[in-house]
Nanobody
């Protein structure tokens, strides 16, 4: 089973930055999708940023000019650099990966809180 563990969340003020990291371990097959999602209280989980297996990038509109998703193959991590954070970015952030066998894997989440 693939294990995903998120880290890097915390409490920051508006305008500050955070870098989230998702470390993967276990039996990993070919990954064709990597992404970060978030879920605020009372809201549905939504896509924040993703990288397809083909290398294309996708961002939620409100974070497109502020967040950057990347992968570090040497460390087997998926990272999310978050710049110019806003209070509306407050949520639990989850890492997700999918392989070419159709399996989807989730981390347990890391809390990001942005104060005004």
């Amino acid at each position: 089973q693939v294990q995903l563990v998120e880290s890097g969340g915390g409490l920051v003020q508006a305008g500050e930055s955070l870098r989230l990291s998702c470390a993967a371990s276990g039996r990993i097959f070919s990954i064709n999708y990597r992404g970060w999602y978030r879920q605020a209280p009372g809201k549905q989980r939504e896509l924040v940023a993703a990288i397809s297996g083909a290398g294309s990038y996708n961002y939620e509109d409100s974070v497109k000019d502020r967040f950057t998703i990347s992968q570090d193959n040497s460390k087997n991590t998926i990272d999310l650099e978050m710049n110019s954070l806003k209070p509306e970015d407050t949520a639990v952030y989850y890492c997700n990966a999918r392989d070419n066998n159709g399996r989807s894997f989730w981390g347990q989440g890391t809390q990001v809180t942005v104060s005004s």
